[in-house]
């Protein structure tokens, strides 16, 4: 059994040490695809939020290394042909990354999987003091005369309705099959305020081609509505120190990839990946990294963001969801992650807690009634805490063998503890979420990759602040089991 | 013995260095003239799904490869929820076919030479049309060229038997294309995301045989022109004049219509659209017609091919023959081309013979670009002048003009108010707007047929619908929005050139 599991280790990683070498015979560039490589041209043109989202945003894209000082230009879109004319230049910031020895906590790391890519560029800046509600374009420059498109992106309104949509895990087959996903919805939900991409991005975020296709299959649509990126484990890569130390970091792709905003109360090596985002008093959106080992720091920093959020909402994004029964955790890290983290959030009364990891679509809520259970079967208004939702948007998907998923909420499986209850789940469908707001109501909707609603469900605060949860027809309709859907395989033949 | 083994692993070691040397030109011949963007590779790009004779039933896919890759292959499966939708796709086999693109035979000048793609090797032009499939079903397709090399998955719709349909209209894009006219077709991607197909009226580029013109035109396209199947008419700049190469004077009397000249062979390489006509051969996916669905038949027209007088007879035949409900005509020059300018004799001809054809048959819209500007007029059998602005009446056919592109064209209005004279009311200029990109989203449901001509920031320019209340009486109703202020003189803001745009 042993000696199964030896061998079983080995031959990915003897397969991982031989792929570079034949796709790329002494380093040549050949075989890497044009739509990974970097050129004078910009690409990975990516919007983020400003803390205040409103009135900034900020635009980070890469080039070539032959590319030095750049620039990016803004204005306020007018319906006229020339609308550019009067577009200001800013300077951008310039990051040199070498992506065949990247720089981590834990010392240099040789990206096995960039041979031969040598360094790029990657150019930032944030624009501040903007209109909230209005239409803005934008382009960006690589080289002198190489300019991206004008793009044109609305800040969000400083109040009334806000929407946005929630991603689970990419991962896997992103440009072939997560492309699908992003498309629709952006085809269903052009209009988005924000994306949010629940964490897992990528599966080996050392290796720059699945970066390259994160970014391909967004495309212009993460250029034209901002994307609120959280960590996952995926986002992490081992990597052995000069001493022979082996250790899990935060792959050293994301900051030069990403701007935002920046919570100087936390130490430097959680920046840019816990962070918060304040739409007016309506929406407060707190993007947590679940992705490492320990949590004093980041729920100190989340405890009193909270307690001082005076927002209508509270949001709460992390890539694990940490309120899965202790029978589950697999490691003191989920331990300590679920007391340090979810005591937070039960203490404040987070209103949703947006998640993936799991790869599958779980969606349930802690609640004040005693007769939950029978209220979610009829469908009556339930007075809710917190809800907590699990997605997975990529073409990976858990096959729970002996049972279902639904054990990852706490329900009535005898541990004891007061958890969220699942409400309305499925297997083998990645999924889009859509979420909107409106005053003190939120309408949630779950789609599927061919747009078609899967679950849906609405929160309302009343004046004490307590919810009331109403699920929606489409939340009753038949479930999407492994038995009564089409095969599912797995996801190693995609790329 | 030693002596030997190093001199074959020196030997090894500069015979691998020169297959790698060979490897990178060959991938990659122009890869220091070339963007990005416009290189071929063995990757598909250029990927554009077009419209069929049966769109309830087929689509048509094309896409470009390097000439490395001779055999390509195209997937399609129905679209499901599933995670793996994809496992039981079912595998297309390509026509390909070679473009030369630095040069082209004339066919009376020999080889000409296209200075503008001087040193760009050969590419590969690779078609599918996907037929028997189910009316108003999500497919999900994808496009190979190299072995292994993969398109991702897109997905589209097939037209809807009966029930609601939308389009939009794009007029020229033209110029500054990838820079520009990117951010029009975004607004309209985002203002009609379930549009289920686009028009484009011709002058698709500014240079017919410019290889990067045609690259930015699948740039600021390829946010949507893989999901939505396209239909498209060339316009004069879609086509290539040896006359005007040759330096023949263009006002020579007859030349504007009689020179010598064919489509782009980037036109029919690129879009596989219908060849359904009986006409010249030089009008195969220039001149065609659609029969969209029960609804809807469009008939494409090309204003700059040959044989005028004998598209009009087929589209007279054509329109007889057709009893769907909406019958809208589609081409690059507008019936008042150069209404209040200097129209040429050929031209004021044209629009006799077309004129004659729309009102021997009751079309209901005729759309077409050219003018780089907004215009929509309307015909009836009587004075319209008498109504104004927001005052619904019977109307024959609505004419509209739209561009996308950063050429700024002036309507002359003018010219429109004597043309109404000249008719005694019965062509007027219903609404106008200069220096602003406008792309036209219609809805057709039942009898009703609406617009709404909207610019690039999200506005509506103008509104209107149609009504069809009996066969003889078809009702058109403004719009708030076409009461609003006219886009000319100082309501615009302040133009310039666009020839500092790439």
């Given at each position: 059994m042993k000696c199964f599991t030896l061998v079983s280790l080995l031959l990915p990683l003897s397969l991982m040490a031989l792929a570079p070498a034949a796709a790329h015979p002494g380093h040549g560039q050949s075989q890497v695809a044009l739509w990974q490589q970097a050129s004078p041209w910009p690409d990975r043109i990516v919007l983020n939020p400003g803390a205040d989202p409103s009135r900034s945003f900020s635009l980070t894209w890469r080039t070539d290394a032959s590319v030095g000082r750049t620039v990016a230009e803004l204005v306020e879109a007018s319906e006229d042909t020339r609308f550019d004319q009067f577009a200001q230049s800013f300077e951008a910031d310039t990051q040199r990354l070498d992506l065949e020895v990247m720089p981590t906590e834990n010392g240099p790391h040789e990206g096995l999987f960039n041979h031969g890519l040598g360094k790029v560029h990657y150019h930032s800046i944030t624009f501040d003091a903007l209109k909230p509600d209005t239409l803005y374009a934008y382009r960006v420059r690589g080289d002198r005369g190489h300019w991206s498109e004008w793009f044109q992106t609305r800040t969000p309104a400083a109040e009334g309705p806000l929407e946005f949509v929630y991603f689970g895990d990419a991962q896997n087959g992103i440009r072939s099959h997560w492309s699908r996903v992003i498309r629709m919805a952006y085809q269903t939900v052009p209009n988005a305020d924000f994306f949010l991409h629940a964490g897992d991005l990528v599966d080996k975020s050392d290796s720059d081609q699945e970066w390259a296709e994160w970014f391909a299959a967004g495309s212009f649509i993460h250029s034209v509505i901002p994307s609120v990126p959280v960590r996952g484990n995926h986002e992490n890569i081992t990597v052995v120190s000069p001493e022979g130390k082996r250790q899990r970091v935060p792959t050293p792709m994301w900051r030069p990839q990403f701007t935002l905003p920046v919570e100087q109360a936390l130490p430097e090596t959680l920046h840019e990946s816990n962070y918060q985002l304040n739409y007016g008093d309506r929406l407060h959106v707190f993007v947590v990294?679940?992705?490492?080992?320990?949590?004093e720091d980041t729920a100190a920093w989340l405890d009193q963001a909270l307690a001082e959020s005076n927002a209508t909402w509270k949001l709460v994004t992390m890539?694990?969801?940490?309120?899965?029964?202790?029978?589950?955790?697999?490691?003191k890290t989920d331990l300590r992650r679920k007391a340090a983290l979810g005591a937070v959030i039960d203490k404040h009364e987070v209103d949703l807690v947006l998640t993936g990891h799991i790869h599958t679509y779980l969606r349930g809520s802690a609640h004040w009634d005693e007769d939950h259970m029978a209220r979610t079967l009829t469908g009556e208004p339930q007075s809710v805490k917190t809800v907590y939702a699990i997605s997975a948007a990529g073409a990976k998907n858990s096959v729970f063998p002996d049972e279902t998923p639904t054990v990852f909420y706490h329900g009535d499986n005898g541990d004891g503890q007061q958890g969220p209850r699942l409400e309305r789940y499925a297997d083998n469908t990645p999924m889009f979420q859509h979420i909107a707001i409106d005053g003190e109501r939120i309408e949630y909707k779950a789609y599927t990759a061919i747009g078609t609603v899967y679950d849906a469900f609405s929160l309302e605060k009343g004046e004490d602040g307590r919810k009331t949860l109403i699920n929606g027809e489409a939340s009753f309709g038949d479930l999407r089991l492994f038995d009564n859907t089409a095969p599912y395989s797995n996801a190693y033949d995609l790329q | 013995m030693k002596t030997t083994l190093q001199n074959l692993s020196k030997l090894a070691a500069s015979l691998a260095a020169s297959l790698l040397l060979v490897g990178q030109l060959a991938a990659h011949p122009n890869h220091a003239a070339q963007p990005p963007w416009q290189a071929p590779t063995k990757w598909p790009d250029r990927i554009v799904a077009t419209v069929t004779e049966e769109p309830t039933t087929s689509f048509s896919v094309s896409w470009r490869t390097a000439q490395t890759v001779g055999v390509a292959i195209a997937e399609i499966v129905e679209a499901s929820p599933d995670v793996r939708f994809d496992l039981g796709a079912q595998a297309k086999k390509a026509d390909s076919q070679l473009l030369l693109l630095d040069q082209m035979e004339s066919p009376n000048d020999g080889t000409i030479h296209f200075v503008e793609n001087q040193g760009l090797e050969p590419v590969i032009h690779h078609q599918v049309t996907f037929d028997d499939l189910k009316p108003d079903t999500l497919y999900a397709y994808r496009v190979r060229g190299a072995r292994g090399h993969w398109s991702a998955w897109y997905q589209l719709k097939t037209a809807p038997a009966e029930g609601p349909i939308q389009f939009v209209f794009f007029g020229d894009a033209q110029t500054s294309i990838r820079s520009h006219i990117s951010r029009t077709v975004a607004a309209a991607y985002k203002a009609a995301p379930h549009a289920q197909f686009y028009m484009h009226g011709g002058d698709l580029v500014n240079t017919a045989e410019y290889d990067m013109e045609w690259a930015e035109w699948f740039e600021a396209g390829g946010r949507s022109y893989r999901m939505v199947p396209n239909l498209m008419v060339p316009g004069n700049h879609d086509y290539i004049n040896f006359s005007s190469r040759r330096g023949e004077a263009r006002q020579e009397t007859g030349k504007l219509f009689a020179a010598e000249k064919i489509v782009t062979p980037w036109w029919n390489a690129q879009f596989r659209l219908?060849?359904?006509?009986?006409?010249?051969?030089?009008l195969a996916g220039t001149a065609y017609d659609v029969r969209y669905n029960e609804q809807l038949h469009i008939f494409a027209i090309d204003s700059n091919g040959v044989d005028f007088e004998g598209q009009m007879a087929w589209l007279d035949k054509q329109l007889k023959a057709s009893d769907a409900k909406w019958r809208v005509v589609t081409m690059h020059h507008p019936l008042f081309s150069f209404i209040g300018g200097n129209e040429h004799w050929a031209a004021a001809e044209r629009r006799v013979q077309l004129l004659e054809t729309l009102e021997a048959n009751d079309v209901d819209l005729v759309i077409t670009g050219h003018r780089h500007t907004y215009q929509r007029a309307r015909s009836s059998d009587y004075d319209n002048r008498r109504y104004n602005v927001g005052e619904d009446h019977k109307v024959d056919t609505v004419f509209v003009v739209t561009a996308s592109s950063t050429k700024a064209g002036n309507t002359k209005k003018e010219g429109w108010d004597r043309y109404s004279d000249q008719t005694d009311g019965r062509y007027t200029l219903s609404r106008y707007g200069n220096q602003s990109p406008i792309f036209t989203i219609i809805d057709i449901d039942g009898d009703t047929m609406s617009f709404s001509s909207q610019n690039p920031v999200g506005e509506v320019y103008d509104s209107f619908t149609l009504t069809k209340q009996d066969a003889d009486n078809k009702i058109l109703s403004d719009g708030a929005e076409a009461h609003g202020i006219t886009r000319d003189g100082e309501q615009m803001g302040p133009y310039k050139k666009w020839d500092d745009l790439r």
């Open positions: 990294d679940s992705a490492r080992k320990h949590f890539h694990h969801p940490y309120f899965v029964p202790d029978h589950l955790a697999r490691n | 219908p060849t359904n006509n009986d006409l010249h051969d030089d």
